[in-house]
């Protein structure tokens, strides 16, 4: 996975955890017949214009609750994967560029935090000048979560250790 499609996918997770209160919001809208009389006069109001939407039938909930519980679980579960799958997949393909990367210098040329922490050590991204073998530079982002002792080895214009994939130039810090 790029590592680039990380940060889109966490985005998007945080979106879909959002929304998801706009179902779970209307299973309880699906039952008002059982909050009284009010309730009832309201199932009554919106029966005129969509009909059998909010009317429980028997033992069953009504429409709106069944397709509300649904789309809340289903968002729930993609949001879970979205924001802590990718991350995960995006740390199994450093691991592989770690392994089998070529080696290489690179200049930090910014340093900026998430706002994610990990032990309460901040997840930093870092925007790289990577130097190859053979002299060309190419420009890399990545992430690393970075103890507070070792901040002061991560400023913007410092030299540090890298590995990058030669085909997709993704890249990571060494330690």
């Known amino acids: 996975m790029k590592s680039e499609l990380v940060p889109i996918f966490r985005k998007i997770g945080s979106a879909l955890f959002i ?6 919001t209307c299973v309880f809208v699906g039952m008002a017949e059982e909050f009284g009389s ?3 006069r309201f199932v009554q109001f919106v029966d005129r214009f969509l009909p059998g939407l909010l009317t429980a039938r028997g033992a069953d909930p009504s429409l709106l609750t069944q397709i509300s519980v649904t789309m809340t679980f289903g968002m729930m579960f993609l949001s879970m994967a979205l924001t802590f799958g990718a991350p995960l997949l995006g740390g199994l393909r450093g691991r592989k560029v770690l392994k089998s990367g070529r080696a290489a210098t ?24 990577v130097q190859r073998d053979d002299g060309s530079p190419f420009q890399a982002e990545t992430e690393k979560i970075v ?20 085909d997709t130039l ?4 060494s330690d």
């Open 19 to 24: 929304l998801m209160w706009v179902p779970f």
């Open 38 to 40: 009010a309730g009832v």
């Open 106 to 129: 690179a200049r930090i040329a910014s340093v900026n935090n998430t706002g994610t922490y990990v032990n309460n050590q901040p997840l930093v991204r870092f925007v790289l000048e």
């Open 147 to 166: 103890g507070m002792t070792q901040l002061a080895q991560f400023q913007q214009g410092a030299m540090i250790n890298v590995r990058y994939d030669q």
């Open 170 to 173: 993704e890249t990571v810090i």
